[in-house]
């Protein structure tokens, strides 16, 4: 009963977009470093997956396609950039930010209030998601795994699906009694989903039980979206997918901004 | 003179415990108004309030005639904050933490330039315009936040102790740009454990005890109303306490081992004191508002 008023819409002003700037200010100083992991870290997953177990696994059977292997791992790539960068923009570094450098008490005392300031932040998680799937889109393309001109519909998707997985940081940063306890939701929520959502392999084979279980993580529904965008299968599962993307980040986004409030307001 | 603040029966709960309990004040336009009282006493939250920062438990508290719970972002335009703990943004340069701050108000970019130059020389921080934060040091710092407060020109000003921690000499500059900032007519709300800084700035006061108002009004007039002209200080000693309570007309205070008499006349009480009592040392003195205070509210720890 109690909790049905954490799911009221939040009264949020166009003041949000200056925490957006904020971010956008110090990431911008700090492009260099900013830039680096985003770049390196596909390398290393691709070269590791991609040619290590590409060498035995050449093609892949899935949804009545036959792909190459790389071809079936590059929007998995694509996917778990978008789903790390919003989750650790908007669970550490929010936190850092919150309890650590008080930036949001100080930004409180100007016209912003708190759903400005955790909207702002949320679509900045968004943001960092778009510019590091926009570098792993220019990396998997120069290797040849997907057609240029059709990824760049993902683009438009990876800052619904940044959205997304930074409202589901901001609310562990909401609920967490200190920042090591945000290890927990790390463990056993992001791990396994970076694992088990049809990113290394089809979901197909798994047990019936881990199926429906995987299917209710919002990262199996955003690798099944960029996959079928990069092979040119989009169809009715894509859409279903889509609409429960669009309901999961409506819905985690006014949460996460509610328990946010209730935190920080008192 | 209009007031700019005004609460009636405000009180604030934080579950069980009751933070601010029914309080009453107001605070003119263009005056220097303070908040003491020990620590938990109440004045940080009742700030927290006026700043919008924190809602009302009950009662009505309304800033230059607008009712916090219902225009906090229209007051919040008109305040400058600059809170107890530091939360510059780390992330900044000094100049830049003003820019960044002044975005958030809405002020075109120009503007804002012209704005922060203005503070930095102001608050004698322009040599260290392009130094990141944590280089700055606290009395640095301070200056920063007080400058960062007056980015949007406000009306009201709202200080957390703002000179604690601080060395003399930059409690000293600090005071001088409160009172260069009330010449201009901005109105000036502060919380302070410094008796010597509230005696020396603020126009009129208020004590906090418990979260109640335990008395308010002008320094001096205070002082005089709560503790009279002196304070007669000695050992306590069988035959002094025997001596303190023949005089009728004084309040006394026992502190450890020491007796506070707070007196009108402390030639008369002085002499009885040495004729007729055996006295360890004795010590007479003006009254100060550190008296009222601690008459006030009582000499044990508070936490």
């Known amino acids: 009963m109690s909790f049905i008023k954490y799911f009221r819409p939040p009264k949020v002003s166009r003041l949000a977009w200056k925490v957006w700037l904020r971010n956008k200010d110090v990431f911008a100083k700090t492009y260099r470093v900013s830039f680096i992991p985003p770049f390196l870290e596909p390398l290393l997953y691709l070269f590791a997956f991609g040619f290590g177990l590409g060498f035995f696994i050449t093609t892949i059977n899935f949804d009545g396609l036959t792909v190459s292997y790389r071809e079936f791992l590059a929007p998995a790539l694509i996917s778990i950039s978008i789903m790390n960068s919003g989750f650790f923009e908007c669970s550490y570094n929010s936190f850092v930010r919150m309890h650590y450098q008080k930036t949001y008490d100080a930004i409180i005392s100007t016209p912003l209030n708190i759903e400005d300031v955790i909207t702002g932040e949320l679509l900045w998680g968004a943001t960092r998601s778009m510019i590091n799937a926009g570098i792993i889109i220019l990396v998997v393309s120069a290797f040849g795994l997907v057609d240029l001109t059709l990824v760049l519909l993902v683009i438009p998707l990876s800052f619904l699906g940044g959205l997304l997985f930074s409202a589901m940081g901001m609310l562990f940063s909401a609920i967490t009694p200190n920042i090591e306890s945000l290890n927990y939701p790390v463990f056993l929520l992001v791990t396994p989903m970076l694992l088990f959502s049809g990113t290394f392999f089809p979901l197909s084979i798994l047990p019936g039980a881990f199926q429906a279980l995987a299917f209710i993580f919002p990262m199996t529904h955003l690798v099944g979206i960029t996959r079928g965008i990069t092979l040119n299968s989009v169809g009715m599962p894509q859409f279903y997918s889509l609409v429960w993307v669009l309901v999961a980040t409506i819905l985690l986004t006014i949460l996460s901004i509610n328990l946010m409030k209730r935190r920080l307001i008192q | ?303």
Not at chain 2, 45 to 67: F, R
Not at chain 2, 200 to 226: F, H, W, Y
């Open chain 2, 1 to 303: 003179m209009p007031s700019i603040v005004v609460a009636k029966g405000l009180v604030k709960r934080f579950g069980n415990l009751v933070a601010v309990d029914g309080i009453d004040f107001y605070v003119e336009e263009g005056e220097l108004f303070g908040f003491l009282g020990p620590n938990g006493a109440g004045k940080t939250t009742t700030m927290k309030m006026i700043q919008c920062v924190s809602p009302k438990t009950s009662g009505s508290l309304e800033v230059a005639g607008m009712k916090i719970d219902e225009k906090d972002r229209e007051i919040k335009r008109i305040l400058g904050v600059a809170p107890q703990e530091n939360n510059l943004d780390p992330d900044f340069t000094t100049y830049k933490n003003l820019l960044v701050y002044a975005r958030y108000f809405d002020i075109p970019k120009a503007e804002a330039e012209r704005r922060a130059k203005e503070l930095l020389k102001f608050m004698q921080l322009w040599e260290k315009r392009d130094v990141n934060i944590d280089k700055l040091s606290t009395g640095m710092k301070r200056r920063l936040i007080l400058a960062r407060a007056l980015i949007n020109n406000p009306r009201i000003l709202i200080l957390d102790e703002p000179t604690i921690g601080l060395d003399p000499q930059s409690r000293h500059l600090i005071w001088d740009k409160l009172r260069a900032l009330k010449s201009e007519g901005v109105t000036i709300i502060m919380t302070t454990h410094y008796m010597e800084e509230a005696e020396q700035l603020c126009d009129r006061l208020v004590i906090m005890n418990l979260g109640k108002i335990v008395t308010s009004g002008v320094p001096a007039e205070i002082v005089k109303e709560q503790a009279g002209k002196s304070v007669v200080e000695t050992n306590i000693l069988p035959k002094v306490m025997k001596c303190v309570k023949g005089f009728k007309k004084e309040k006394y205070e026992k502190v450890g081992e020491k007796i506070y008499i707070y007196t009108e006349r402390p030639r008369h009480v002085l002499s009885t004191l040495i004729s007729e009592c055996e006295l360890g040392k004795v010590q007479v003195r003006e009254s100060t508002l550190e008296d009222v205070f601690i008459r006030l509210t009582g000499r044990e720890l508070k936490e």
